[in-house]
């Protein structure tokens, strides 16, 4: 959801398409990244609102930033925003983004709690430096506000390809283990697209949407791809530029 004429991706079509999607879903939570336009978010209100009444947006650090950070979360269950953080650290087009994450603390219906972040970090393998900085900023924000036996969890487009050393480094940066990806799908981005421009080209992928988790056993989590797409001629389109990933887990 980058806004015109930055990204001509079928966005007001899609933007239809991926509310009626998440009407058929029951999540507890939904976590959004690229949630630049504020249309965007308003359709999503409209579509499934009703479902999430608690929601928020991480919204532009300052008035002289062009965008926000695209992070948009929608929740079932109340919470409470613990803090926020926005990486001082970006490289190219990044940095017209307010990119950073919030850190939330939800209540569930059986008085248990969890926190989570969701984050957008630094795209380009070459720039991961700018993610390694991003990563310093987020574990200090998490490590502030960790509490016993409360889990915390990390999720998003973190930019790091699971192959990579990169990946290890920042886990071990931050702390934390990582869900396994499982499923016949496992890969997150550089989908095949007939219809729109995203970048890829359907061959070479890489796993970089991911779900870290502390304080809570990674094995029982269950990861996997929700491959969401749409009908267009005699081919079927990928609803975003990655796949949807879904971790379900009882607390």
């Not at 926000?68 to 929740?75: A, E």
């Not at 796993?207 to 996997?224: A, C, L, Y």
């Not at 001629?233 to 609803?239: A, G, N, T, V």
């Amino acid at each position: 959801m980058l806004p015109k004429p930055l990204k001509y991706s079928w966005q007001k079509y899609r933007t239809h398409l991926i509310g009626e999607e998440l009407k058929k879903t029951d999540y507890d939570i939904i976590f959004m990244q690229e949630a630049f336009t504020k249309g965007f978010r308003n359709s999503i209100r409209a579509a499934i609102g009703d479902k999430y009444p608690h929601r928020y947006t991480l919204k532009k650090r300052a008035f002289y930033y062009p965008m926000n950070s695209g992070v948009f979360i929608l929740s079932k269950y109340p919470f409470k925003v613990l803090d926020r953080v926005y990486y001082n650290s970006c490289g190219v087009a990044d940095c017209f983004a307010s990119k950073g994450s919030p850190l939330i603390e939800v209540t569930f219906p059986d008085g248990k709690i969890a926190q989570f972040a969701t984050t957008h970090l630094q795209s380009k393998k070459n720039l991961g430096h700018k993610r390694e900085r991003q990563i310093a900023q987020l574990s200090a924000m998490m490590k502030k506000h960790e509490k016993p036996g409360v889990p915390q969890f990390l999720t998003g487009d973190l930019n790091i390809d699971f192959e990579t050393t990169e990946f290890q480094d920042r886990l071990e940066d931050m702390g934390m283990d990582f869900a396994q990806l499982t499923g016949p799908i496992l890969y997150t981005n550089k989908l095949k697209n007939p219809c729109y421009k995203t970048g890829g080209d359907g061959i070479n992928h890489d796993w970089i949407d991911h779900f870290w988790t502390k304080n809570f056993n990674p094995g029982s989590v269950t990861f996997q791809v929700k491959d969401m797409k749409f009908p267009y001629e005699d081919d079927f389109c990928p609803l975003s530029d990655h796949h949807a990933v879904e971790a379900t887990f009882k607390l």
